[in-house]
C-alpha cells in the first residue's frame, strides 16, 4: 500500500496554493458496506470534500458491497501497488499482525474512548511498524462505527440460546473463534452476502454493528 500512502501524502500538498498543475489522480475506495449505510456516507462527504479542496485533480471512485472483492482481496491488491484503499476493522490486521486481534476481543470495554488510547500506545506503535514493513499503512484508527450486536432470526437471551445456530461473521480468526466460544457456528462471509443469506435460510443471523442492519428493514 505505499504507492497509496505516497498518493495521500500529496493530497496534503494540493491543498495549499501552488503554481505547479498537478495531473488528476483518481484513487479506489473499496469496501464491503452497502449504499445508504452510515460509513457509506461518510466515504461520500470525503469524496465529495477531497474533491472540492483539491479543485478536483484528486477523485475518489467509491466501490461499496464488496465490488473489488472481499477485504483481503483487496488488501493484498493494495500490497501489491494497486491504486486502491480499503476500510477494515483491527480485528482484520490481525492476519498480518496476530497481536492486534486481542482489540477486537468480545466485551473488551465499555468505553471507546479507553480503546483509543491503546493506539496511542508504544505497543500499538511498534504493531502499527510492523504493519508498515509488510505493506500495510493505517491511515486513520479511530473511526467508530458503533457496539457489536447478534442479530438473530429467533430470540437469543443467554448464550445457550446460541447453540446451532450459524451466525455470520467477518472473516478474523478473533470474531470466528468468540462465536465458536458462545457455541454458535461462524459462517465467514462479505457484508454484501449477508441479507440474500439470510432470507434463504443459509445463516441464522449475523454478529455486526446495527447500523449494518438498518438499511435491510425486514428479513
Not at 494540493?14 to 473499496?30: D, E, G, N, R, T
Not at 488488501?75 to 484503499?85: D, F, L, R, Y
Not at 510492523?130 to 443467554?158: C, E
Amino acid at each position: 500500500m505505499s504507492k497509496i500512502i505516497a498518493m495521500l501524502i500529496t493530497v496534503s500538498t494540493l491543498f495549499l496554493p501552488s503554481i505547479i498543475q498537478a495531473k488528476p489522480i483518481s484513487i479506489k475506495v473499496a469496501y464491503e458496506n452497502n449504499p445508504g449505510e452510515p460509513l457509506d456516507v461518510v466515504m461520500r462527504y470525503w469524496a465529495d470534500l477531497l474533491n472540492k479542496k483539491s479543485n478536483g485533480e484528486i477523485t475518489l471512485a467509491l466501490y461499496p458491497s464488496s465490488q473489488l472483492g472481499s477485504k483481503q482481496d483487496v488488501t493484498e491488491q493494495a500490497i501489491m501497488g494497486m491504486n486502491v484503499i480499503t476500510l477494515s476493522d483491527v480485528a482484520f490486521l490481525a492476519d498480518y499482525e496476530p497481536d492486534l486481534g486481542i482489540l477486537f476481543g468480545p466485551y473488551l470495554t465499555d468505553d471507546p474512548q479507553k480503546l483509543f488510547k491503546i493506539y496511542e500506545s508504544d505497543w500499538f506503535k511498534q504493531k502499527n511498524e510492523s504493519l508498515k514493513k509488510k505493506g500495510i499503512h493505517v491511515v486513520m484508527n479511530n473511526y467508530l462505527y458503533g457496539t457489536r450486536q447478534i442479530i438473530s432470526k429467533k430470540p437469543i437471551r443467554t448464550v445457550d440460546d446460541l447453540a446451532g445456530l450459524k451466525i455470520r461473521v467477518p472473516n478474523n480468526v478473533m470474531q470466528i473463534k468468540a462465536i465458536q466460544a458462545m457455541g454458535a457456528t461462524p459462517t465467514p462471509m462479505p457484508l454484501g452476502e449477508v441479507y440474500p443469506a439470510l432470507t434463504q435460510g443459509v445463516i441464522d443471523g449475523v454478529e455486526n454493528p446495527n447500523f449494518s442492519a438498518a438499511r435491510a428493514k425486514t428479513v
